[in-house]
Nanobody
Framework: QVQLVESGGQLVQAGGSLRVACAVS????????MGWFRQAPGKEREFIAA????????AYADSVKGRFTISRDNANNTVYLQMNSLKPEDTASYYC???????????????????WGQGTQVTVSS
């Protein structure tokens, strides 16, 4: 089994920056791409960013492109999401997700991921 634990969520002011992390533990052999999603109250879960196992390929939602950066440290089994120029509409619970390595990958499709964390709350005040 694989466990994902997010951390780093907090209250920040608009225009500020924040980095959230996702620690991966357990049976990590075979883990491939990883992603970040978010969900605000009353809204559907939304794709934010994804990164391949090697880190050479990344994908971002248009709403965060140029502001957020995803990275991973495979030696420490951790994935990061650096968030800059935060806006009140970025307020949500942020979830980390991991998928087993397969031939094809749809980074923005939540059904393409096998494991999920419990989420960390990011609140951006205006």
């Amino acid at each position: 089994q694989v466990q994902l634990v997010e951390s780093g969520g907090q209250l920040v002011q608009a225009g500020g920056s924040l980095r959230v992390a996702c620690a991966v533990s357990g049976r990590t052999v075979g883990i491939g791409g990883m992603g970040w999603f978010r969900q605000a109250p009353g809204k559907e879960r939304e794709f934010i960013a994804a990164i391949s196992w090697s880190g050479s390929t990344t994908a971002y939602a248009d709403s965060v492109k140029g502001r957020f950066t995803i990275s991973r440290d495979n030696a420490n089994n951790t994935v990061y999401l650096q968030m800059n120029s935060l806006k009140p509409e970025d307020t949500a619970s942020y979830y980390c997700a991991a998928r087993l390595r397969r031939a094809t990958w749809s980074p923005s499709n939540p059904h393409d991921y096998n494991y999920w964390g419990q989420g960390t709350q990011v609140t951006v005040s205006s």
